[in-house]
């Protein structure tokens, strides 16, 4: 994956699928990231997206003993926002595919 990752694709969304499959804190949603895309979130881009999300009611912070670390789980409703950014990142996946294949040698413009 290119290394601006960042820069195409809302932190917003990466985030929501790092915590798809289980409540992280965040510095495993960081690590989750890089692993998954190669591109290194800041922590002031994560928390300032959490807060964001948290406000939405698209994720929660568990409560943990250990005040260092805060995990985070989506919710229900940011389960479904998750759905609906992947269902419309496939129809757009699909008609980019489709529009490579059929367009044929690149153009140049005069």
Do not use: C, F
């Not at 591109?39 to 881009?45: I, K, S, Y």
């Not at 919710?75 to 609906?84: Q, S, V």
Request: no cysteine.
């Amino acid at each position: 994956m290119p290394s601006d990752i960042g820069n195409l694709i809302e932190p917003t969304l990466l985030i929501l699928v790092a915590l798809a499959d289980e409540p992280k804190h965040g510095y495993a949603i960081m690590q989750d990231l890089e692993a998954m895309t190669g591109w290194q979130m800041r922590a002031g881009t994560l928390y300032g997206a959490l807060a964001r999300m948290g406000r939405r009611a698209w994720i929660e912070e568990i409560q943990s003993d250990d005040y260092r670390r805060r995990p985070y789980a989506l919710t229900a409703a940011g389960r479904l926002e998750l759905m609906r950014h992947l269902s419309l990142l496939d129809v757009i996946t699909k008609t980019g595919h489709k529009r490579i294949r059929h367009r044929g040698p690149t153009r140049r413009r005069a």
